[in-house]
T-cell receptor, first 114, second 113 residues
Framework: AQSVTQLDSQVPVFEEAPVELRCNYS??????LFWYVQYPNQGLQLLLK??????LVKGINGFEAEFNKSQTSFHLRKPSVHISDTAEYFC????????????FGTGTKLQVIP | DVKVTQSSRYLVKRTGEKVFLECVQD?????MFWYRQDPGLGLRLIYF???????EKGDIPEGYSVSREKKERFSLILESASTNQTSMYLC????????????FGSGTQLSVL
């Protein structure tokens, strides 16, 4: 069975500073990895996904993530955050092949401070 | 755009009541999911379905059941609602391949009193 750990429940950061949101996964087989964002009072939307190939994945709104198989990590980064990035971010994993059971982490609340 | 529609935005029920949460998607997706979202716990998978009449338990199926009689509709049933089932319930759908994003409904906030 797969699982996801998001190490930080809240991350405060000043506007225009860089940010990294951490995600580690556990699986004995190959996986697909996703980052979703939930803005206040809105539904979840996909930021980016890793399926295979290049380990650096670029997503919407200037976010990117790097897949590291040896460390079983998929950390999300942005070089310069804006107030509008204040939201909750969820890492998710599913197994490559078989039924698409998608498991989410507990979420990280990003608070951008002006 | 894919639309995933959940029948109620807010629902208030009494302990012991049977509760039905309905979800309909309009993009002919094979996979459908029910999650509950609680502060600090993220999204936890209750049940998912990969085809009509097929269902698989997720990580927290206890106290819930599901029904998928038609491809576009996936129902979550609380046989006897309890206060610890007060939560935000999210329905999602996706195509059959495992590498596609999930399309989420807007959620149902269920309060069990």
């Amino acid at each position: 069975a797969q699982s996801v750990t998001q190490l930080d429940s809240q991350v405060p950061v000043f506007e225009e500073a860089p940010v990294e949101l951490r995600c580690n996964y556990s699986s004995s087989v190959s996986v697909y990895l996703f980052w979703y964002v939930q803005y206040p009072n809105q539904g979840l939307q996909l930021l980016l996904k890793y399926l295979s190939g290049s380990t650096l994945v670029k997503g919407i709104n200037g976010f990117e993530a790097e897949f590291n198989k040896s460390q079983t990590s998929f950390h999300l980064r942005k070089p310069s955050v804006h107030i509008s990035d204040t939201a909750e971010y969820f890492c998710a994993v599913s197994l490559s092949g078989g039924y698409q059971k998608v498991t989410f982490g507990t979420g990280t609340k990003l608070q951008v401070i002006p | 755009d894919v639309k995933v529609t959940q029948s109620s935005r807010y629902l208030v029920k009494r302990t012991g009541e049977k509760v039905f949460l309905e979800c309909v998607q309009d993009m002919d997706h094979e996979n459908m999911f029910w999650y509950r979202q609680d502060p600090g716990l993220g999204l936890r998978l209750i049940y998912f379905s990969y085809d009509v009449k097929m269902k698989e338990k997720g990580d927290i199926p206890e106290g819930y059941s599901v029904s998928r009689e038609k491809k576009e509709r996936f129902s979550l049933i609380l046989e006897s609602a309890s206060t610890n089932q007060t939560s935000m319930y999210l329905c999602a759908s996706s195509p059959r391949t495992g590498n596609e994003k999930l399309f989420f409904g807007s959620g149902t906030q269920l309060s069990v009193l």
